[in-house]
């Protein structure tokens, strides 16, 4: 069931079902993009028209995060629950390791996709790593990472360039690429690495991982201003308007 949220197309499922979807594209062998879409980039989205229409060109968009979710329910169009980039990565990953599916990790800086990918391994001992590649190549190399991935022919690519970098990154190169299966997956890999903690469990129930992120990484309070800005054009567009 598809949702709108602030002239975005949500994907009102959970997590089950996504994997079950991204099974379904993964068999097709058709270029997908799937975005985990959190209230940062739908309240950019809001004054970048590019942004929008890229999420609403992606064959799958996930409530990422606890503040989608809420919104969702304000706006009269509730979603089942968040389904968060990592979660996402975690579940399709395991899925992989069962079906054979090959992976590609691309993104965050040298040697942090290696390291995750080894990580993965450890925990699943089948699963096939296609290949990695750090984040920070140059306009100039991008040719050669293009045909790195091509080359290695992956199933699924997991792409750790920041948000909403890699949403566009993929969205210009899925079809030169052909991967049936490609995800933003922001600041991941660095947490499968162990690089960047995640929060604890119980932080994570009270969905209250963000904060957990803003204490271990200071430098997100900046960005996090975008969220009171988020939740406040939220009330103002269904509570007061009422408008759908
Ligand atoms: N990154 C990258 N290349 C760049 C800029 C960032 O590979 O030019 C990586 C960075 O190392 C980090 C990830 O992109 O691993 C972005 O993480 P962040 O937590 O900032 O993203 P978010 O989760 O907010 O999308």
Not at 7 to 31: C, H, L, N, W, Y
Not at 91 to 101: F, K
């Amino acid at each position: 069931m598809k949702v709108n949220l602030l002239g975005a197309s949500i994907d009102g499922i959970d997590m089950q079902e996504t994997v079950k979807r991204v099974a379904g594209f993964v068999k097709s062998g058709k270029p997908h993009l799937i975005i985990t879409l959190n209230p940062e980039y739908l309240f950019r989205a809001q004054f970048q028209p590019r942004l929008m229409e890229v999420v609403n060109r992606a064959d799958l968009v996930t409530p990422d995060g606890v503040g989608i979710v809420w919104a969702c329910e304000v706006a009269k169009h509730p979603v089942p629950e968040r389904v968060t980039g990592i979660d996402l990565m975690l579940s399709l990953v395991e899925r992989a390791a069962r079906e054979g599916w090959r992976v590609f990790l691309l993104g965050s800086a040298p040697g942090v996709a290696a390291e995750a990918a080894q990580k993965l391994i450890e925990k699943h001992p089948g699963l096939q790593v296609a290949g990695t590649h750090h984040g920070y190549f140059a306009p100039e190399e991008e040719p050669e990472v293009l045909e790195k991935i091509k080359g290695a022919r992956p199933d699924l690519l997991f792409v750790a360039l920041g948000a909403p970098r890699q949403e566009l990154w993929i969205e210009a190169n899925r079809q030169t690429l052909g991967v049936p299966v490609a995800m933003g997956v922001g600041g991941s890999f660095d947490v499968i690495a162990g690089r960047v903690p995640r929060a604890p469990l119980w932080l994570q129930r009270l969905k209250l991982e963000w904060l957990g992120r803003l204490i271990k990484e200071p430098r997100r309070w900046r960005r996090m201003l975008v969220l009171p800005k988020f939740a406040w054009m939220v009330i103002k567009r269904y509570k007061l308007l009422k408008s759908t």
